[in-house]
């Protein structure tokens, strides 16, 4: 079977339910991106689990088209699964800096040269925002029992789990009486496209991805921005 075909073969629970999704976190959350996809990180954990070691092997320069053969256990509306963005509990954001250098002392057991600017054993100083919010929440539309599953091995959320970021100390999900996977007292909870409005402001809208996996120019539109 082909990547494609044993993703399609997975077929997900139908029974939906509103829900609130907790992670309690130990350590501050390192971001590349101003939020998580809540579907994005459960389809994460389904590919890990259906592909084992061909998920790391998967093309990058040319993505394939997941999104359009795994179905998620949540609901979806259209282009959209009904999963919110990250929701963190505090607004204030921190920079740090990151370093990683080769050291001489180092053993490589090679008599090549070693380059510093490429490669593994590059140098390098980067920029990274965190946050130091205690928990993070999701509301998802979805299968209790699947995502109880799937969402309870999460270790880590963010960037650099290497040195420690994000770690995961703590996980809830529970039902709620709405849905507000989406929207929630008017305020967009997640990416939502531009075509599935009537109206939108100009402010929040800017192109985004709608869908998984985000880095692939297919799956992103002009949308309306969380919060």
Same mark, same amino acid.
């Given at each position: 079977m082909t990547i494609l075909d044993r #993703? =399609? =073969?997975?077929? &997900?629970? +139908?029974d939906f339910q509103p829900l609130q999704v907790e992670f309690s976190l130990a350590t501050p959350l390192m971001m590349a991106f101003p939020w998580i996809y809540g579907d994005a990180l459960v389809a994460r954990l389904l590919m890990e689990e259906i592909l084992e070691d061909d998920f790391y092997n998967l093309p990058a320069k040319e993505p #394939?088209? %997941? @999104? /359009? !053969?795994?179905?998620? &256990?949540l609901q979806k509306t259209d282009l959209i699964y009904h999963a919110s963005a @990250?929701? #963190?509990? +505090?607004d204030e954001m921190h920079t740090t800096i990151l370093y990683k250098r080769f050291h001489e002392a180092e053993d490589l057991k090679t008599k090549t040269r070693i380059r510093r600017n490429s490669g593994q054993m590059r140098d390098f100083m980067m920029k990274f925002s965190y946050s130091a919010s205690r928990t993070v929440t999701f509301y998802m539309n979805g299968n209790l029992e699947e995502l109880s599953r799937l969402l309870s091995s999460v270790r880590h959320?963010? /960037? /650099? !789990? =290497?040195?420690?970021?994000?770690e995961v100390s703590g996980f809830s999900i529970s039902e709620i009486p709405e849905d507000w996977s989406i929207t929630k007292d008017g305020i967009a909870m997640r990416s939502i496209p531009c075509s599935m409005l009537k109206s939108f402001s100009d402010i929040r809208a800017m192109r985004l991805a709608y +869908?998984?996996?985000?880095?692939?120019?297919?799956? %992103? =539109?002009?949308c309306v921005a969380p919060g």
């Open positions: #993703l =399609a =073969a997975y077929e &997900p629970p +139908t #394939l088209p %997941v @999104s /359009k !053969h795994l179905r998620l &256990p @990250s929701i #963190l509990d +505090t959320l963010g /960037k /650099k !789990h =290497a040195v420690g970021g994000g +869908t998984f996996p985000g880095w692939d120019q297919a799956n %992103v =539109a002009m």
